[in-house]
């Protein structure tokens, strides 16, 4: 066997027959039809939906408070949630529920 391939047998070695064919002119079958950003469909997100029991003063008036956080992480989310409250000028909250919604 020789050590010195042409860069024909190389190509064919490489890419097998789609590379001969793309050179006859024949496009594969993936370059015909490229997805755009329209073509494509944006997949169905998990959310997790957060609940809190929250208060601005200490055993005052309760809230329910709601925030739908873009994780499937617990942890994540309940710190979100937190966030979010405390920049609503809360300084109590308590987590009521966390539960996963589908979009």
């Not at 601005?56 to 937190?82: M, R």
Request: without cysteine; aromatic residues 6%; charged residues 25%.
């Amino acid at each position: 066997m020789s050590e010195t391939l042409s860069e024909q047998e190389m190509r064919l070695a490489l890419f097998g027959s789609a590379g001969a064919a793309s050179r006859q002119g024949v496009q594969p079958a993936a370059s015909l039809s490229p997805l755009t950003k329209a073509a494509v469909s944006k997949p169905l997100s998990m959310r997790l939906r957060v609940k809190l029991r929250v208060a601005k003063v200490f055993e005052g008036p309760e809230e329910v408070f709601v925030h739908d956080a873009n994780t499937l992480s617990t942890l994540i989310a309940e710190a979100e949630a937190k966030a979010a409250a405390k920049k609503k000028k809360f300084r109590y909250f308590e987590v009521a529920s966390i539960e996963p919604v589908q979009l």
